[in-house]
């Protein structure tokens, strides 16, 4: 009886010694896991991106450095365009001439000009 | 030439005598359409009057290779041109180009401070008037570049606006 019970707290005592060496072993085990899992995350993201600006866009970016001007023809038609409003520019700052204000200066809109 | 003057606005208040006396020193010149009278940054040796047609005050601009003469001002008979002959450092600051056939009256500095020196009124007319065309350049270009600074400021402080 008494032999039996020691047994069993034997056995009792390797088996959770057994447990208890086993565990972190998993632990590290499941972490390396994940951390492999995050790495391959990452990779496929920076792939991703990659392969996206890679690709000609339909859109236009925002970034002017990346895409050439269009030129521009500087014909009659543009030259008449930059004349008129050069014309009706100075025809409203006529009167600021005459008459010097804050008013006469900026009160009417006038034309601006835009390149098409 | 005595008559062409006397529409001139650079000449009003003169005599007829002074008239004549200014008359006699000046050289008439005509232009074929899109000749010019003078370039930007030529030396400015020469003060002249248009006296028929119209003459077309320019700047230069330039879009890739293409360099082309913008249109500013159209001086018509009566009016003055190249008053830089007068005032240091003596270099046209715009091209004047005729827009039509035309006919200007043109007048050598030296001819024009050696008369000025000769006849105090007629120098003092002549100098009064261009201070207050270079006045009105002055203002004009003012104004121009003011309301041109302007739009561009508010133009780039709108959300949305680059």
């Known amino acids: 009886m008494a032999t039996t019970f020691v047994f069993v707290l034997f056995l009792g005592f390797v088996l959770g010694g057994m447990m208890l060496m086993l565990a972190p072993a998993y632990l590290e085990t499941e972490r390396e896991r994940a951390r492999q899992a995050q790495e391959r995350r990452a ?15 339909f859109f ?57 | 030439m005595v008559e062409l003057l006397r529409q001139a606005e650079l000449v009003e208040g003169l005599s007829p005598g002074h008239l004549r ?29 248009v006296v028929k047609g119209q003459v077309d005050l320019c700047f ?6 293409v360099v082309k003469d913008i ?5 018509l008979p009566g009016k003055t041109l190249g008053w830089s002959a007068l005032v ?8 004047a180009r005729a827009t039509e056939p035309s006919e200007v009256i043109g007048f050598a500095r030296p001819d024009l401070l050696q008369l000025f020196e000769a006849e ?7 100098v009064t008037r261009i201070s207050e065309l270079v006045s009105v350049r002055l203002s004009t270009f003012q104004a121009l570049w003011a309301r041109e600074l302007q739009r561009r400021l508010v133009t780039g402080t709108q959300p949305g606006v680059a």
């Open chain 1, 43 to 57: 990779a496929k993201a920076i792939r991703a991106s990659e392969a996206a600006t890679a690709i000609p866009g």
């Open chain 1, 60 to 116: 236009a970016g925002l970034d002017a450095t990346r895409i050439p001007p269009v030129p521009l023809a500087f014909d009659d038609a543009l030259l008449a365009q930059l004349e008129r409003h050069v014309r009706a520019e100075q025809a409203i700052v006529t009167q600021f001439v005459r008459y010097p204000s804050i008013d006469s200066l900026y009160r009417q809109e006038g034309s601006s000009f835009h390149l098409h």
């Open chain 2, 21 to 49: 006396r200014l008359a006699a020193i000046g050289r008439s010149r005509t232009l074929r359409p899109g000749e010019y009278v003078f370039l930007l940054g030529d030396n400015a040796d020469h003060l002249s009057i």
């Open chain 2, 60 to 65: 230069p601009m330039s879009l890739g290779d």
């Open chain 2, 71 to 75: 249109s500013v001002e159209s001086v």
């Open chain 2, 88 to 95: 240091k450092p003596y270099r046209f600051t715009l091209s």
């Open chain 2, 120 to 126: 105090l009124q007629i120098g003092y007319t002549l």
